[in-house]
């Protein structure tokens, strides 16, 4: 139900765009988070935006660099990624909310969330 496209390999300092295309029955969807993972680290919440009203929480390392935006005419939720720094490489992930009454903090673990994409990677290098 939802695929992870634009990782690459970007120097520190720079910028990317991921999207997570949303796809099948999206009623049922409410909420749309982003999760990254590095090797030997735990799936860790770096945002996510409610469909109802556009809010959105994020996870405290990418406060002021990070910012997610929904268009609901392309069923495409995406993860403005700015200021990029070395600890920012990660497999990056979107993942569905179905639980309409899930906000907060709620939305950055990993256990609210239904359905997972097979994920992107970023890489942040000189």
């Known amino acids: 139900q939802v695929a992870e496209s634009g990782g690459g390999l970007v120097q520190p300092g720079g910028s990317l765009t991921l999207s997570c295309l949303v796809s099948?029955?999206?009623?049922?969807?409410?909420?749309i988070g982003w999760f990254r993972q590095a090797p030997g680290k735990e799936r860790e919440g770096v945002g996510c935006?409610?469909?109802?009203?556009?809010?959105?929480v994020y996870g405290d390392s990418v406060k002021g660099r990070f910012t997610i935006s929904w268009d609901t005419a392309k069923n495409t939720v995406f993860l403005q990624l700015n200021d990029l720094k070395p600890e920012d490489t990660a497999t990056y992930y979107c993942a569905t909310v179905g639980n309409p009454y899930y906000s907060g903090t709620i939305l950055l673990d990993p256990r609210a969330h239904d359905y997972w994409g097979q994920g992107t990677q970023v890489t942040v290098s000189s």
């Open positions: 099948g029955y999206t009623l049922d969807i409410k909420a």
């Open positions: 935006i409610k469909k109802s009203d556009g809010s959105t």
